[in-house]
């Protein structure tokens, strides 16, 4: 008898079963466990009883296309036994863990991405200090022509970039961002060793290209971002970050670089005489780097979140939802996009059971390669914001080129200007800086670069607007290039002041654009299956114009100075953007008509 009533009392008051709980009593009744024969009858029999209850009754509330769950009766509830069985039954379908809920902004994940992005301009950039001494240093050639094999030291990587980023693009659409993301790091990390180790200029060459080649990660991680936001007023704030990253990342890689490269020199008593690090003197900054990739790689691959559509959970609760008897009526976060039944199979309502697996050829062919798809993902709007981005690419790598060189020049005085037959100074040398000012410049740039994407662009992309701010930085855009050879004609007591404005001009509009074109480019793909193929196609054409802008640009600022005018180079740059800013009016505006179309067919 109060065993009886033991029962009642638990029946009507006990609490509302958690997951945890449902787990757990799923196997327990009285305090015992189930096991046995009489036990797993049991439990077939609630089941039973509980699918009778899913689709013989009429559902409490209306299901919609994005919550395909079955629906539970709370009338028919008449043991809470029969309720822990319930969720125990649906708690793999519902995924009732503790999510990220889709409204929020994903500080975590953006975080997590960044850390594994910092790795990367790190990497890359530190080989910058010691390209050319370390050319120098496998006796190639003349001595001359060091400048030059440094330059294609550094620039096979994104050569070999470019070539292989759609490739990745592609790839992470079919198996997922991150194991793409984790291999980018692990290529990179290899590419760091390889260099370190390097005893000629081929095997050098040979580790950067194989970098460049494992690489996908810039598409990867914009496309990662673009999935990640799913509120368009966060999309400014998110696309900042990793441009953000980036140039933290290209002022601290410099540094690794010239610090640790050559320890003997520098620590002979840490560092003696016939050790590893004397034969391979630019051995110590590539270890520093790829250790830096491998923590990003740990971090990564334990708490970076798969962001790929395809791949998430077909049904997702909120973080705060409390599980009963009405939980598979609530509306989901995640919807599924496709019956989880095959309402087309021969088994659907009877009694034989159906193979997945064995049945993959009835499923419906959601692949990319049909020519309908195919044709509008890459639509006018698609194509233009790529090659606006291209063009952008070039004209910016050429300021980063020419910057330092043009600092660094020799200043033509009166007198010089006199030998060669002219009687006032003309756009021609350089501001005749020494190498310390050019590092405290460079210094103040990373700065200022900081301040502006943390904060000038999300509140100018706030209300100004994305597309219209778009047209407007670019539009100013050849001013940037017009104005750095004015700085010949400014007193030396104004020199610093000037340089200054015009860096902050140029940040201002370059890393205010930059964002923006990945912000454009993922609103007009028109599938988000397609994103990582169209980001890596964007990541290679912007690969390919980086390669190409350094040997350009140096070219002009060369036959300039022959002519007595090395603001040739600048004013190329000038004439690129203008192109940039004629061809941005040619994008199509409207968002693509197709996406909704698309996401439907999904």
């Known amino acids: 008898m109060g065993r009886a009533v033991?029962?009642?009392?638990?029946?009507?008051?006990?609490?509302?079963?958690?997951?945890?709980?449902?787990?757990?009593?799923?196997?327990?009744?009285?305090?015992?466990?189930?096991?046995?024969?009489?036990?797993?009858?049991?439990?077939?029999?609630?089941?039973?009883?509980?699918?009778?209850r899913m689709h013989g009754t009429k559902p409490t509330s209306r299901l919609t296309s994005r919550s395909l769950v079955p629906t539970l009766s709370p009338a028919r509830h008449d043991t809470r036994r029969t309720q822990t069985h319930a969720l125990t039954d649906l708690v793999p379908v519902l995924a009732v863990a503790r999510l990220r809920n889709p409204n929020d902004f994903p500080t975590l994940q953006l975080f997590l991405l960044a850390i594994v992005r910092l790795a990367e301009p790190i990497a890359l950039t530190s080989i910058f200090p010691y390209a050319w001494p370390l050319v120098k240093k496998f006796k190639i050639g003349n001595e001359q022509d060091a400048s030059f094999y440094a330059g294609l030291l550094i620039s096979s990587f994104s050569l070999a970039e470019a070539l292989m980023g759609m490739y990745w693009g592609g790839l992470s659409d079919r198996i997922g961002r991150k194991p793409v993301l984790m291999l980018g790091c692990v290529g990179t990390m290899l590419s760091m060793v390889m260099v370190g180790f390097a005893s000629n200029i081929w095997v050098a060459l040979l580790g950067r290209a194989i970098g460049g080649l494992l690489n996908g990660n810039i598409g990867v991680i914009q496309t990662m971002v673009g999935e990640l936001v799913t509120k368009p007023e966060h999309e400014p704030r998110a696309f900042a970050v990793m441009p953000f990253v980036w140039s933290i990342g290209t002022i601290i890689g410099p540094c690794i670089g010239g610090t640790f490269a050559d320890p003997h020199s520098s620590w002979p008593n840490a560092f003696p005489a016939g050790g590893v690090f004397e034969r391979f003197p630019y051995l110590l900054p590539n270890l520093v780097c790829a250790a830096?990739?491998?923590?990003?790689?740990?971090?990564?691959?334990?708490?970076?979140?798969?962001?790929?559509?395809d791949m998430q959970p077909r049904v997702l609760l909120p973080a705060d939802t409390y599980v009963s008897e009405e939980t598979p009526l609530m509306e989901t976060s995640d919807a599924m996009k496709r019956p989880a039944v095959d309402l087309r199979a021969e088994t659907y309502g009877t009694m034989r059971s159906f193979n997945g697996e064995s049945r993959q050829d009835e499923r419906p062919d959601m692949s990319l390669e049909k020519p309908g798809i195919v044709k509008a993902v890459w639509n006018k709007r698609v194509v233009g914001f790529i090659v606006a981005l291209s063009i952008f690419t070039y004209h910016s790598m050429t300021y980063d080129h020419l910057m330092p060189i043009f600092f660094e020049d020799e200043r033509l005085s009166t007198a010089t200007f006199a030998s060669v037959g002219l009687a006032t100074p003309t756009l021609s040398g350089g501001l005749g800086l020494s190498l310390r000012d050019v590092g405290m410049i460079m210094a103040v740039n990373g700065v200022i670069a900081l301040i502006v994407q943390a904060v000038i662009f999300p509140l100018a992309a706030e209300r100004v607007g994305v597309y219209r701010l778009f047209l407007i930085v670019t539009v100013l855009h050849p001013i940037v290039y017009a104005i750095v050879p004015l700085l010949l004609l400014v007193p030396q007591s104004f020199m610093f002041p000037a340089i200054y404005m015009c860096l902050a001009i140029r940040n201002t509009l370059s890393i205010t654009l930059y964002p923006l074109l990945l912000i454009l480019i993922k609103e007009a793909t028109p599938s988000s299956s397609a994103l990582g193929k169209v980001n890596g196609l964007a990541a290679s054409a912007g690969a390919a114009c980086r390669m190409a802008a350094p040997p350009i640009a140096g070219f002009l600022y060369t036959f300039g100075s022959k002519m007595n005018l090395t603001?040739?180079?600048?004013?190329?740059?000038?004439?690129?953007?203008?192109?940039?800013?004629?061809?941005?009016?040619?994008?199509?505006?409207?968002?693509?008509?197709?996406?909704?179309e698309e996401d439907d067919d999904e």
């Open 6 to 52: 033991s029962r009642l009392l638990q029946r009507h008051f006990a609490p509302p079963a958690t997951p945890f709980r449902a787990f757990r009593s799923a196997n327990t009744v009285g305090g015992a466990e189930n096991h046995g024969p009489a036990a797993s009858a049991r439990r077939h029999s609630d089941r039973g009883r509980l699918l009778f």
């Open 292 to 309: 830096l990739l491998l923590i990003s790689i740990v971090l990564g691959f334990v708490l970076l979140d798969e962001t790929h559509p």
């Open 567 to 596: 603001a040739l180079a600048w004013y190329g740059s000038a004439v690129v953007a203008v192109i940039g800013a004629v061809q941005c009016f040619w994008v199509p505006r409207e968002q693509c008509a197709d996406k909704s």
